[in-house]
Nanobody
């Protein structure tokens, strides 16, 4: 699976961004999809994930109520809608795909990162 993330940018605190990740190469609907983020000097953390059907989702406590993950299997795309952004959300965001035998915390495939910068 090849993953291409986009949608990062510079936004003021309180603003919104929508990240997109397009997958190609294998059956997208077979994979759970997730978004991770990483700040220099810190470990990569799982922000949100959605099951292969989109029927279940995970959110880190730090983003609950502000971020929404969704997927469109017809378009091979997963989205992360980010609202009420805070400076602490500044990071490089990565999309990832996990097969049914893998967990959201240990995906099989990674996309390139997209930088989100939230100014105060």
């Amino acid at each position: 699976v090849q993953l291409q993330a986009s949608g990062g940018g510079l936004v003021q605190a309180g603003g919104s961004l929508r990240l997109s990740c397009v997958a190609s190469g294998r059956t997208f609907s077979s994979y759970s999809m997730g978004w991770f983020r990483q700040v220099p000097g810190k470990e990569r953390e799982l922000v949100s994930a959605t099951s292969w059907s989109g029927g279940s989702a995970y959110y880190a406590d730090s983003v609950k109520g502000r971020f929404t993950i969704s997927r469109d299997n017809a378009k091979n795309t997963v989205y992360l809608e980010m609202n009420k952004l805070k400076p602490d959300d500044t990071a490089v965001y990565y999309c990832a795909a996990a097969s049914r035998s893998s967990s959201w915390y240990a995906p099989d495939f990674w996309g390139q990162g997209t930088l989100v910068t939230v100014s105060s």
